[in-house]
Every structure is written in C-alpha cells, then in structure tokens.
C-alpha cells in the first residue's frame, strides 16, 4: 500500500519497510536497556522481602487509573493507524490528538503521585525501593515525553498530508512504551 | 519529495551547498565516516601519550615523565582510566565501527547512502558532544575519572571514595553518549543493510566486511542496555543520594560488575569483528584467491556473537562470586574460541595456494593475524579459573589483552586505511612509509608487550605506579623488563610518524588515484576515487558474491560482484 | 618451559598445583601457537606471487574443503575440555572446599591498609585476648589458614604471590577462603584491585614462622584488638 514506504525510497530489498524495520530494532535495544533494569530490581527485590512493606505507599488506584489511561492511548494510536491505512488523514490526526492527550493525563497523574510520595517523605534516598521506583518510572516517564514530542512532529506533519506512514512508527513505539507500564505496574505497585 | 520521484538525483548534484553543509553538517555516509575516523584518531594521539606517561613511570617510578611532569599515585590512577577508556570508546569504536562501517557498507551494498542519512549525522554529533564531555573531565576540579576504565563502585560511587567528583559524573556522561551514539549508528547499519542492498545482492553475496560491521551492531545493541541501566543507577548513586552499589543500604557492589561485564565481554567481539572483516577483504585481494570459507565464517561469527553472551564473568572469578559458577563459565569462555578459531584458520587457509604480494594493506592484516594468535592462546591461561587465580589482575592479562587489541584495532584499521585510502581520498598512499609504519610497529609492539607476560608471572599487578615498592619487582631482572617495554612503547610512537606523514604527503601530492587500484572485486571499486554524492549513477545489478578471484575460465584473475559474465 | 624462572617460589600447598597448570596450559597452547604461526609464515613464503603462476580457486564451499579448517578446531576443543576437565578440580579444590582450618584469621581491606584479626591465644573470635595488626601478620607454617575476608569501604584484593592466592575483598561481604603455607619466610601482600590513589602503597607483609615463634608473637600481641587504633595511617 502506497501510505506504508516512505516516497523518496525506490529500493527496498526485503518486504519491510525501512521505517519499520528501523523503529523495531530501536525497540530491540530499548527492551535490552528497560529488561536490564527491570532484572536488576527483580533480583534485588527478591533478596529483600521487606521492600513489601515500602510498597504498599504506592497509590495503586493511581497506577491502575495510569494503565488504563496508556492502554487507551494504545487504542487511539491503532486506531490512527488504520485510518491511515483507510486514507483517511484528517481522522487519524484527531485520534493522533486523543493519544498525546493520553501521554499528558499520564503525566499529570504521574506528577501528583511523586508530589504526594515525596510530601510523605518516601524520597529516592529513603529505601532501595524507592530509588528503583523513582528511576524506573522515571526512565519511563522520559519515554512517555519522547514519544509525545515524536506522535506530536507526525501529527503536525499529517495535518499537512505528509509523511502517513509514520503513523504506523511512532504507534509501534508507543505500544513500547505501554508495556513497558504493564510490567512496571504489577512490580512497583502491586507485590507486597 | 513527491512520490516516485527516484534518488537518482542527488548523484552530481551541484546544490549551492555552503562549505558547513558539506563539510561538517553533511549527511553523507562518506563524510560522516570521515569524521569518526579523524576524530579517533586524534584521540588516540591522546590515549598513546597516555601510554607513553604509564610505561615512563613505571620504568623510572617517582621521576618526572618528560613532556608531561611528576605524577601523583591519584593521576596515576587518572591516565590508567582514561588510557583504557578513550583507546576503546574513542579509538577503536569510531575507527572500526563507525568509521569503516560508514564508509564502506552502502558502497558495498550498492546503495546511495545509508537509510537514514539524518539519523546518521546526529550520531556523529551526539559522539563529538561525548568526545568534548571526556576531556573536559581531564580540567576539572579533582581532575579526571581515576577508577580504572571498569570504574567498579564503591570506588566509583561516591565522590569520597576516589577523591574524584565531578570528574567521574563527566565520565559516565560522555560514556552514556557515546553509547547513545553508537546506537543510533548501529541500527543505521544494521537496517541499510538489511533493506537497501542492490539488485542481486542477496545476504551471501555481500562482502564479509558488511556482515562483520552489522554483527557488532547486533551485540553492541544487545549488550550496552544492561551496562546504559547500570551507568543509570551508578551516576543517581553519585548525584541523588542513592544506594543501589552500597551494601550497608541493602545494594551490591558485585551488581554493577555483572551489569559491566555483561556488557564488556560481548563489546571486545564488537571491536575485534571489523578488524576481522578488513582482513577478510584484503587477503583475497593480495592473494588473488577466493576467501576460504564465506559461509563458514558468516555463521562462525554468527556463533561467536551467540557466545559472547554467556561468558561474561569470566572476568569475575575471583571477585566474590559464588565459586561454583566458575567452571561453567570457563567452559563457555573455551568454547567461543572455537569460532574465533575457524575465522583465524579460514583466514590462513585462504593464503594456501595463493598468489600472495605485499603491499602495506597485506601486511598489516597478515601482522594483524601473526600477533592475535598469541592474544588468543594466552586467553586459555585467563578462561581457566585456577591459573586466572594467579594472573588475574597483573600484567600477564594486560599483555594477553593488548596482544589481542593491538591487531584487532590498530593492525587492522591500518591495514583497512592503506586498502581503502585510495577510494576514500582519491590518492595513493607512499608504500615505502607505509612498509616502514608496518615494520616499525610490528617489531615494536612485540617488543612492548612480550615482556609484560613475564612481568606479570613475576607478581606484577595492575594500575600500581610504584612497581619498586615491591620486592620481587624491584630486581634487575624486573627492571630490565620494564626498561625494553618502555623503549618498545618510544618505539611503537616513533612508527607512527610514517603514517602521519604518509597521510599528510598522499593528501597533498599522492598520485591519483583510479576506480580500481587493487583489482577487486567489490562494489565499492566500480565507483570514481573518491565517489561522488550518492555513489552510483546508476544502481549496479549484482550478479555473484564478492570473492571469485583466479577463477577458471576467466583471462583476468577477478571478476566484479556487478560484471557481465 | 622455563616458566618456573619467572614464578617466585611457591610457598604453599596448592602452589604446586597453579604452577603446573600454568605449565600444562603453555605447552599445549605452545605447540599449538608454534604451529599456526609456522603454518602462516610457511604459506606466507610459499606462495608469495610468481610471474606466470596463478593463484588456485579455492572458495572451500563444501564440508570437504573446510574440514582443513574444521577438524583443527575440533582437535583444539578437544584439547580446551582436556585443560578444562583437568584444571576444574584444582579450583574446586582451592577456591569451593574449606578444609578444617587450624588457624583463623579475620581480614579486612581498608584504603590504604590490611587489618588482620585472629582469636588469640584462647582461641576464640571477640574476647579479650583478640589481636589485631596492621599491615603485618604472622602464620605458623605448615598449618591450613582459613580467612574471612572483607573490605571496609570500597573493592580491595587480598595476593600473596608465593601462596598463589588472590581474592577480591567485597564491602558488605564476607568471603571465606584458605590456604597453608609450606615455608617459612616474609612474604608480600598486596592489594590487586584499584582502590583510589593509596592502591599502589597497599601491601602488608606476612611472616611464616614455626610454631613456636608464632605462638610468642600471638601472646605478644593478646589484647590488641582492644588497643590498635582503628583509623588507619592515610599518609
């Protein structure tokens, strides 16, 4: 389909877009350095039970209304996607809109949360705990900021007719960064 | 772009582009690869004086290095770092890797340039913005990073530790950048090669060159995301208060260790690979025979990638790990020398029968394969665990380690430059400076770092500035030894003068230089010297793989990848 | 090989063991070694180009043609398993068995120093006879010597190169090890791994003495524990 390869390409010489091509392997390292990170707090939350009960000053309703809301965003993107692949633009422009709205309800929630945790004195210092939990939901909220500044240049560029296929990239990435949540929600917030 | 419109027409194309444009903010693989390789160079003028300083000072422990001064046990501790730091992170990645790689894999290819030319410029960017991080690090209060290039915590962790603070966070930044960069390269590499092959290319007709950069790029990008973590949470260890190394807040020193390494062993694969390829290419050519093996030493680097990430703590037998896991990992350390192996003897295979002649690049990659067998046979004293116990951590695994990254990097590269100088640069090199770069540094290389096996059977261990404090290091024996690496290490330096006047002299009036100088056969050869934006005029139509050198029935002796029958 | 030049005399029981898989480990990499490097320069003279003789086709795409290459390796493997197989049960042997111990010392690495504890002439750990040195540690030969090794504030490294012994010190860890010194003499200790600019100073020294030499030096010292400043010299 002609909204899938970038236009200045003529050659490609296998049947995968190079745009695609290059967001996955992008991924493949994302995953590497998130897995890293994650194994790590895995390991050493094994060695520490009591991390539990530092875990419990999480706000879970908090985290779980999070989840939904990347989810949903999720949804949009796909959705954006499709109507690309259906030509139609404009439409995959607003659905583009819902999910940087998504990105920014994440954060702002985000926001409240370490405002709060920190108001209670649950710092990064304060427990090994806590310094995973701020550095990788930190890391993670950076990817949020970095996919909307991404979704934000192809929503721009859509609004002009131009550049569809990256539609597909920037969702691609952002179902990334949606896992990435899905793991980081049950090992911050719920274990205990 | 509208669509359908082919890139033909960036070849030849006289934009009005100002000299920023091309020169310096080019997206032009070519002129990227050209800024890596300089930019590695000039540092490893810095990472050899560097070296010069260490072998001085332990030649004459407490005189003044000339050219530098007197050094304090803590600069000491300093120039070991950032020798060991910039020579892998700064010279030898940007050489090889983004260097080499850049220039030849979409002229090998076929393809007009990479297949994402933006990208590309960024990450050379984003390099020279670490490169600046660096060596800013050597002028700030408390100097630069002083815990060795592995930078183990709790040294590293907390400014107190070391006596270093800013200094440390400056290193962990240019390092993450570095690693951001090559990253970003890689992925260019590994996807050009994947989707933007000519016609006719399939994956086995491409040259072993491109497969030995695109499997680096493949373990650099598995391998760095667990040691980018780990950098993560040593640097929120020195800025946030945090205690993710600190044991007495329920952290791990040995965790950053596992992190680094698993990183570490899979990033000397990445290194070697290159070298490798370079010599993969230029002894068919001064052979005038086929490579001997091309499959075989596609999946044989293919297993070695595999492998490399399985043999990590090899470097750790000693450092407090549970004592059982030894044994495993010296197995799996064994056995990757297996594919090494296949390459190294495919190589030397490829010579049986040949038609060998001796220009500077064929002997660069022959020295290349001379001296790494001796690197390679001493890692089996370093793979065992009950004799690693003994040379762990003296000079007997730094002189295994140099003898294995001194060809790999330097023999190679500099066979890669004096090949492939003429398509870069449109000149011919000097060959008599270059049999005297080679001779020099051959000679002297061995004669640097031969002795520092026996050093280190004699007891000498690492990153010490006062060998003379000890008594088995204070004999005459001992000193003898130190005084020949030391002369080697002048010596090694001196050989380099060649080369730089070679560079200098070729830029300036080496003869021009035609398409194809060495009768190759790969596509970069079909192409002026040096090529033109966008390479080729029109995509060639690859109709066999890279190596048919001598073949039977043909009157010349090779046969381009893109020739009719 | 004369391997043996370079080593400094051994000086424990297991040292035998290290310095003969060092020789081991030479001579088959050794011939090894000698034979590619002699098979290189071989081919390197052999076939250096000569007008009117071309160079032979050999692509090697069947298994047939890269057996040359294959079964080599296949024989090198073999020969890693031998090392391999043979070297694991020295290590076992060192570094995952704790033999009965007749004297204990407590070992911990500081910047810049080695601080070494024993139980004094009673015999046990934290009374009051405990003694504790800086820098200088007396052992009776021909007694096994079990440590418990750890570092105070960053990665330290116990070696004695006579004893063949090395083993990093760990802040937050406690590493047991031993060993059993064959003779008597002052041996040098020092601090293998990086530890910020008083690395290079590390050292201690170790003396070997018979029995009753050490027996007078232990009741020498009865008590230090309670006495050795615990700050080190940092000069």
Known sequence: MQYARAAHIEHESTEVPTGRLGIWWFLASEIVIFGGLISVYVLLRWRHPEWGAESTHTINAAGAFNTLVLLTSSLTVVLAHKAVSEERLREAARLLGFTLLGGLIFLCVKAFEYAHEIREGFVPARSLFWSFYYTMTGLHALHVIGGMVAIGCVLVALRRGRLPHRVEYVGIYWHFVDVVWIFLFPLLYLTS | ?565 | MGLESWLPTAASSFAGDVDWLLRFITWIVGIWFLLAEGILVFFIFRYRRRPGVRAAYVPARSLRAMAFVLVPCALILGFDLVIDAVAAPIWQRIKETLPPPQETVRITGEQWAWRFRLPGPDGRFDTADDVEVVNELHLPVGAVVQFELTAKDVIHSLWMPEMRLKQDAVPGRTIRGWFEPTREGRFELACAQICGFGHTMMKALVVVENREAYQNWVRQKAGSAYTTPTENNQN
Do not use: C
Not at chain 2, 175 to 190: D, K, R, S, T
């Open chain 2, 1 to 565: 772009m509208s669509a359908g419109t082919p890139a033909l027409h960036h070849v030849n194309q006289t934009h009005a582009r100002s000299f920023w444009r091309t020169w310096v903010f080019s997206t032009d693989h070519k002129t990227i690869a050209k800024q890596y390789m300089f930019t590695g160079l000039a540092l490893a003028l810095i990472g050899g004086f560097l070296a010069y300083v260490i072998r001085m000072q332990l030649a004459n422990p407490g005189q003044p290095v000339p050219g530098y001064g007197t050094i304090g046990p803590g600069q000491y501790n300093a120039v070991v770092t950032l020798h060991g730091t910039i020579m892998i992170f700064w010279v030898a990645m940007p050489i090889l890797l983004a260097g080499l790689g850049n220039f030849l894999i979409p002229l090998m290819i076929g393809a007009h340039d990479m297949a994402f030319p933006r990208l590309n410029m960024l990450s050379y960017w984003v390099f020279f913005t670490s490169t600046l991080i660096l060596l800013a690090s050597f002028f700030v209060p408390g100097g630069a990073a002083a815990g060795g290039w592995t930078s183990y915590p709790p040294l590293s962790d907390r400014a107190v530790n070391s006596g270093v603070d800013l200094g440390v966070t400056l290193w962990i930044l240019a390092v993450a950048l570095e690693f951001a960069a090559f990253l970003m390269g890689g992925i260019n590499f590994i996807v050009t090669a994947i989707n933007n092959r000519a016609p006719g290319m399939r994956l086995f007709d491409m040259p072993l060159m491109v497969w030995m950069e695109v499997a680096a790029s493949i373990i650099f990008l598995f391998s760095v995301g667990p040691l980018i973590a780990g950098a993560v949470l040593l640097l929120l260890d020195r800025v946030a208060n945090t205690g993710f190394y600190d044991p007495a807040r329920g952290g791990d020193p040995l965790l950053f260790q596992h992190l680094f390494w698993f990183f570490g062993h899979p990033e000397v694969y990445v290194i070697l690979l290159p070298g490798f390829g370079a010599v993969a290419e230029i002894l068919p050519v001064f052979a005038r025979k086929p490579i001997f093996g091309y499959r075989m030493i596609v999946y044989s680097t293919i297993v070695t990638g595999v492998l490399s990430f399985i043999v990590w703590a090899h470097h750790q037998f000693i450092a407090g790990i549970d004592p059982r896991l030894a044994t495993p990992f010296s197995i799996t350390t064994i056995l990757i020398s297996v594919p090494i192996g296949i390459t190294l003897f495919a190589f030397i295979a490829t010579l049986w029968r040949g038609s060998i002649s001796f220009q500077t690049p064929m002997l660069f990659a022959l020295g290349m394969i001379a001296v790494f067998l001796l690197g390679g046979v001493t890692g089996i004293h370093n793979g065992v665990p009950a004799t690693d116990i003994y040379i762990h951590d003296t000079y007997f695994v730094v002189a295994h380690f140099h003898y294995a990254l001194i060809p790999s990097v330097f023999f190679a590269f500099f066979a890669a430059f004096y090949y492939w100088f003429p398509k870069m640069f449109g000149r011919r090199t000097y060959e008599w400076l270059g049999q005297l770069h080679f001779w020099g540094t051959f000679v002297f290389m061995n004669v640097t770092f031969l002795p520092m096996f026996f050093l280190g059977l004699m007891g000498h261990h690492r990153r010490i500035a006062n060998p003379h404090f000890f008594e088995a290091l204070r004999t005459p024996e001992a000193d003898r030894l130190q005084w020949i690496a030391t002369l080697g290490a002048i010596g090694l330096f001196a050989s380099q003068i060649p080369l730089i006047l070679n560079l200098i002299l070729s830029l300036v009036r080496g003869v021009r230089a035609e398409k194809n100088p060495w009768r190759a056969n790969t596509l970069e050869w079909t192409v002026d010297s040096p090529p033109p934006h966008g390479n080729f005029a029109n995509v060639p139509v690859v109709r066999r793989g890279p190596y048919e050198y001598s073949a039977p029935g043909h009157s010349e002796d090779y046969l381009p990848q893109d020739a009719l029958a």
